[in-house]
């Protein structure tokens, strides 16, 4: 600690006061890429000072995070437990002129009698911040400013100068309302003799409802995306363009990248100044987008990691519909729901159908359907070894295009699937083979 530093260090300080959602964890990318691509350290700190606010749980939440991410912190920190470092630096302030304890007049009840001021040297503070240029604020309007409610209760930016300070923190990427914290802290560190760091002040995140996101109008967590079943680097991908943008594409343009890809082409100063909105529409074509991107084994894997995590099992059958699942999910929380509902269970389980079912979308009474049925028997049976989605097409498909289609295809699904909503009959049959698709079909006109 409190050493000179070559490597970027940045830092993600979360208060543990509720889960943590996209307009949190976008800054976590920002400050991620950028430490990881230097080479830097990226330091997790939790702000938990606000003891009453503060709940274990959401500590353990922004850890869940951080790991779904794969975002490996080097340190970590917990600023309760500066609290003695804190309460010396504020005393060094004191001691050197720079801070007073200061006696109040309780306007309110439960006010304190004496707090400890920063002694405002009532300058303009200018700094360069890397999206926004030179920032001058006159700090007169700001009046020596409360750093603490006592010795051993120190406030925000007493805390949060100390730790940057103490952790060697070179970048400070934040959300833009810290703006107006700036000066306050950069007039704090240099009383303390501290180096002042770089700063990144990030456009704001806001919801489709154009309200900036935030805990206390729930938005949802992002735990609650990966319970869902989207891929962390879908998420990562689609944090980082909000607010970024890589070189040569313009502002919004969707682009998929891996967290290699990022890293390499991530730069402070393309973050823009205006604000990004969060669309859980685009984040799912970012996922789908990713989960194409995954060989069927690795799919495999992560549908099975993530049935697991939920204390459920892939179905045997999971191979021969895989390439259907993929089209079909475009998170792993659909595949799953498609798996567990047993909308594949066609591949196992002979279906049972019932008469009214295999006539109700066929427009056409019982004797029909299973005329019908018997005739597509019958051209099937002549479809030779090669029996894919395809060849039944072509074998049936004017038979059923002349005499009406749902009459023939609605019935013909029924009775391979067994159920109202599946595939079409031809990637049924061609996925079921030649021998099931005549079994089932017999079983079915047999109903009728
Ligand atoms: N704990 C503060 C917050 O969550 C950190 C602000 C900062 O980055 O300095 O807003």
Do not use: C
Not at 80 to 103: C, F, M, N, T
Not at 275 to 302: I, M, Q
Not at 399 to 412: K, N
Not at 417 to 428: Q, W
């Amino acid at each position: 600690m409190n050493s000179t530093h070559d490597t970027i260090v940045t830092r993600f300080p979360p208060s543990p006061t509720g889960l943590l959602q996209a307009g949190n964890v976008r800054t976590a990318v920002f400050n991620y890429l950028f430490a990881k691509k230097h080479g830097g350290k990226f330091v997790l700190r939790i702000e938990d000072t606000d003891r009453e606010r503060s709940k274990s749980e959401y500590e353990q939440n922004i850890i869940d995070t951080m790991k779904w991410l794969g975002f490996e912190y080097d340190e970590f920190y917990r600023q309760s437990e500066h609290a003695p470092r804190h309460s010396e630096v504020l005393s060094k302030l004191i001691e050197q002129g720079d801070a007073y304890v200061s006696q109040e007049t309780p306007k309110e009840a439960g006010q304190r009698a004496e707090v400890i001021r920063f002694k405002n040297p009532n300058t303009a503070v200018t700094f360069t911040d890397v999206i926004r240029g030179d920032i001058t604020i006159d700090t007169t309007d700001l009046g020596d400013f409360v750093i603490g409610r006592s010795l051993t209760e120190p406030l925000y930016h007493l805390g949060v100068t100390v730790d940057d300070f103490d952790e060697g923190i070179t970048h400070v990427i934040r959300g833009e309302d810290h703006i107006s914290n700036t000066p306050r802290q950069i007039l704090i560190l240099r009383a303390l003799g501290a180096p002042i760091p770089t700063y990144a002040h990030l456009p704001l995140v806001f919801g489709t409802d154009k309200q900036k996101l935030s805990k206390r109008r729930g938005a949802k967590a992002i735990t609650e995306y990966r319970d869902e079943g989207y891929l962390p680097e879908a998420m990562i991908n689609y944090l980082a363009l909000l607010g970024w943008h890589p070189e040569g594409k313009d502002e919004g343009e969707q682009e998929v990248f891996t967290v290699p890809e990022l890293l390499e082409q991530f730069t402070l100063e393309r973050i823009q100044k205006s604000s990004g909105v969060f669309d859980e529409a685009k984040l799912k074509w970012f996922n789908y987008e990713h989960l194409k991107r995954l060989s069927d084994e690795e799919f495999t894997d992560r549908i099975t990691t993530f049935m697991a995590a939920h204390g459920q099992e892939v179905p045997e059958y999971m191979p021969q519909i895989l390439t259907l699942l993929r089209e079909r999910s475009q998170t792993l929380g659909e595949a799953r729901d498609a798996l567990i509902m047993g909308e594949f269970a066609f591949m196992v389980v002979t279906p049972n159908p019932g008469p009214d079912l295999l006539i109700q979308g066929a427009k056409a009474d019982a004797a029909t359907v299973k005329r019908h049925l018997e005739h597509i028997h019958r051209l099937l049976e002549s479809v030779g070894p090669e029996f894919t989605d395809a060849t039944v097409k072509a074998a049936i498909f004017d038979y059923a295009t002349e005499v009406g289609r749902a009459s023939v295809l609605w019935p013909l699904r029924v009775a391979l699937s067994g159920r109202e909503k599946s595939p079409d009959p031809f990637t049924l049959a061609g996925l079921i083979g030649k021998e099931h698709t005549l079994s089932r079909i017999v079983a079915a006109a047999e109903l009728l």
